[in-house]
């Protein structure tokens, strides 16, 4: 009996020895022979995980001192938290890769060193205005623009021009994009509809801030010394983009894929079948559409609603945020890596392998950039939309902690007026239920205030 | 003397008792060790942590800024979509265990006669055990697909309207609860096979002699007798169904306009995606209590006719 209990003691012991070894394995020592080593978190998956991957080792090949390791870990919004869990503490990566909507989150973990204490100020203005702008606040570019992308429209242009129609213009108003619908889907005899737009909080996003509208108070939230308080979902803009959704339906020229991951897919799926005429999506699906499709590909700018000019547009993606819980030679290795990954060179590499706008000023305007953009004139649109957008506090892009939330609601808003409710009072719904959320995330972070 | 050396004796003997006492105890503590402190670490813990932060604000970073004891209750039974979300759960379990149940009992009734071929049929029908959560919802994404997929195509031939699976409100839940049938028809199958070539053959020839219906014979003997297997495969399927996440998320993320929203995923969505620890906390107690009440009705109610040999 004895001899039992203490085996299982033995056994007790043995295990939790096992744990405490397994964790002592985590903490990596760092000889003074041997390179650094700097842990870099991102979420590329599919093509752009291969690009990334490809010039993190064309760094490492390119110094002695430092390695890179990129790690994988999960979609944006699987890494987001992983990070939070360990931000404060010996765990934190060096380098993190977060998505947009997640900045105003990053900033509230106080764990990250602002990349403009790091670069040089040289480095740091290579970096197009309209990018910089989303990352920048209270005059620090908190995190290093890495991989940036608009939405723009795609269409199928062998189809338009095969059913007679006029292709469209540069930047089209919400007018041509009906027409267009209605007459592709028409003279196909509905074999093809003409357009969808996905019940996606981002697309609804960028089409309000194409009227001026801001998505949140106090300048999206980007004001001195201030937070949001409000968000703006039931405005005169988002009427009109959704009333401009309902008549495509209505000219029962619009297909419905949905919201997420799915819809996504079926949407580029149906296009590349040539069962769908238009739809929006991000810039970084031009490379893939462009190798998929077996016809003309169109891209332009995403619509403005009639009467109302174009305003632009604020960025989509993901930039690099620094630890600052890191040694010396760490933060130097770093400050090396960013400024090699920000180079005209890389992102011009980058742009060409993913179809993400480069962040680097210079990289339009390198041979490789210049030569493809010559022979395809799609890829240079999506840089020229961002580029030519108006400079406000609109399109520097809302600081707001609850986008997720914000997403979903005008995501859910969306799918119902696709299936018939009332435009108003679904913006409304999705209004009041985000601003609750908005209440109590401040009440809960903003305390001392 | 006899009294004292009685006495002394009897103490002698307590001693050697108590003794022995807790030697056992000692002995059964070594025995509940581990399973004790794993259960402390990953069970008990988490769970006194979770009411913990149940009564808590929670700022973005998930840690308990302000104690507002039961107010995320009270916010939260107020919450139009967490009602639905409980609707819906409801709905999705109810008609994924009665489903699975049934059809399982079906299949397993179909090729419980042994005839040619059967054994082919049988691992068909239980193959599904081997397929894993994403393997399966991304095969039924392809069926479901819009205009490249399977179900259209057929329905196509049928001269049926097309079906948007999963982006109209009226089918998603349907196809969700499809989907998760489909999975757990191959476990449910096994067992509810296993039990009927348990049934005595002697029961059956009795009842062949007094001349009564199949009907008769299903319901007064194969019923009664599967009892105990039926009863398990409906709590197993129940609380399985309880705790769906994969399928949720691989196919519609909840969506089309929440409604295949289940509690599961809406917890997740609060803690990973919006970063409410304190509310996800409190759904999370909420659907603990909910499966503890549902599993004690059902035992309630339905032990009664089960009968255990």
Known sequence: MKKKYVMSLIAIVLMISIVLLGMSRLSRPVSANQRTTIVFWHSMGGKPADALKKLVAKYNASQTKYTVVPQYQGAYTESLPKYINVANSSAAPAIVQAQEIATSTMLSTKSTEPVSRLLDSQVINQIEDNIARYYTVDNQLQSLPFNSSTPVLYYNKSLVEKLGLKPLPEDPSYQDILNLAQAITEKTNHQTKGMTIEAYGWLFEELTANQNQLLANHDNGRESGQYATKININTPAARRLMTFMKQAIQDKSFVSYGSGDIAEANQQTAFLAGKLGMFMQSSASTGDLQANAKFKLGVTYVPHADDIARNGLTLGGASLWVNKHQTTATKEGVTDFLKFMSSAQSQAQWQLATGYLAVNKNAKALPQVTSAIAKDSNLGVATKQLETSKKNSVTAGPLVPILPIERTNVETAMQSIVNGADIEKSLQTAEDATNKALASYNSANHMQK | ?309
């Open chain 2, 1 to 309: 003397m006899d009294h004292a050396f009685s006495s002394a004796n009897h103490a002698v003997v307590k001693h050697t008792q108590l003794q022995q006492k807790l030697k056992t105890h000692l002995a059964a503590m070594g025995f509940i060790a581990p399973s004790a402190i794993f259960l402390g670490v990953f069970v008990f813990y988490p769970l006194v942590k979770t009411v913990y932060y149940s009564m808590f604000l929670t700022n973005a970073l998930g840690q308990p800024v302000k104690f507002i004891g039961l107010s995320n209750y009270g916010t939260l039974l107020q919450d139009k979509f967490f009602m639905k979300s409980l609707l819906t759960t409801f709905i999705f379990v109810f008609m994924v265990t009665l489903l699975t149940t049934v059809s399982a009992l079906a299949l397993a009734m179909v090729t419980s006669k042994h005839l040619k071929g059967t054994t082919l049929f049988r691992t068909f029908f239980a193959s599904t055990m081997g397929v894993s959560v994403s393997v399966a919802s991304v095969l039924w994404l392809f069926i479901f697909q819009p205009t490249t997929g399977v179900s259209d195509m057929v329905l196509n031939l049928l001269h049926l309207p097309p079906i948007h699976w999963l982006t109209d409100n009226t089918w998603s839940l349907f196809a969700v609860i499809l989907t998760v049938v489909w999975m757990n028809l191959g476990f449910s199958f096994l067992a509810l096979t296993g039990a009927l070539e348990n049934v005595a053959t002697p029961l059956y020839e009795v009842a062949d002699i007094e001349g009564v219906t199949t009907w008769h014979k299903f319901y007064h003997i194969t019923l009664p007798q599967i009892s105990p297997t039926l009863f398990f495969v409906g709590t197993v399927t129940m609380i399985n169904a309880f705790q769906t996440f994969g399928q949720v998320d691989l196919l519609t993320k909840g969506g089309p306009n929440n409604s295949t929203n289940l509690i599961v995923y809406q917890i997740y969505k609060d803690a990973f995606v919006n970063l409410n620890v304190g509310k996800a906390s409190t759904e999370s107690i909420v659907l603990a209590l909910l499966i503890a009440l549902v599993t004690i009705a059902q035992f309630k109610l339905t032990e009664k006719r089960v009968m255990y040999q």
